[in-house]
């Protein structure tokens, strides 16, 4: 069965410095999102992106974070200056066009600020 | 108000009984609603998802949808000791938003 696959399992970083987190979607789904959980609270929305360009945003989505898809098949999420609170479980999901179809997660990666 | 809300629990079943999980929603405009299942550091696992009011059933598990009560219910019969997990109900177009607002999700300890 299809799933979504998600680089690193684990990141280490110092506060401050840029992360990248990697995904790779189901292949014919069209909606890409990230969702992160920070340890012991609920999962949250941050970004989901439609046709090349980001169609929703949360507001933890602010300036120091960008997300891409560089190639056919990659989607990313950039923090550009890490902070402590950027501790999470960080989640990549997918969905097909229809409106009403389920998100499918990646097994995420854990990021950890130092 | 909350706009996903659950029961932390834990709820806690004999093996072999159902399990009944609830969920309210604040938004009547909310379309779509999931149930995912997340077993400690991992990721959540999609179990059922409902759009339609009444019974949607899957094997050993059957979502509710009460759209004029705004809730949404998972049973799960026959509960395995390894259904043991945290749910979490999630709603899609919350205020008109397309991905997924969830709730805190309920811990479910199944007793061998």
């Known amino acids: 069965e299809p799933e979504v696959t998600q680089t690193p399992s684990h990141q280490v970083t110092q506060m401050g410095q840029e ?96 | 108000q909350k706009e996903v809300e659950q029961n932390s629990g834990p709820l806690s079943v004999p093996e072999g009984a159902i399990a009944s999980l609830n969920c ?3 938004d009547r405009g909310s379309q779509s609603f999931f149930w995912y299942r997340q ?25 509710q949808l009460n759209k004029a009560s705004q809730y949404v219910s998972l049973l799960i019969r026959d509960s395995q000791p390894s259904d043991s997990a945290t749910y979490l109900c999630a709603a899609a177009w919350m205020r008109g938003r397309r991905a997924l607002t969830f709730g805190s999700g309920t811990r479910l300890q199944v007793q061998p």
């Open chain 1, 19 to 114: 992360v990248i987190l990697r995904c790779v979607p189901i292949s014919n789904h069209l909606y890409f999102y990230w969702y992160r959980q920070i340890l012991g609270q609920k999962v949250e929305f941050l970004v989901s992106f439609y046709n090349n360009e980001i169609s929703e945003k949360s507001e933890i989505f602010d300036d120091q974070f960008s997300v891409e898809r560089p190639d056919g098949s990659n989607f990313t999420l950039k923090i550009r200056s890490t902070k402590l609170e950027d501790s999470a479980m960080y989640f990549c999901a997918s969905s097909s066009d229809t409106s009403n179809q389920p998100q499918h997660f990646g097994d995420g990666t854990r990021l950890s600020i130092l």
């Open chain 2, 24 to 26: 309210t929603y604040s």
């Open chain 2, 39 to 63: 077993y400690s550091g991992k990721s959540p696992e999609l179990i059922m998802f409902i759009y339609s009011n009444g019974d949607k059933e899957d094997g050993r598990f059957t979502a």
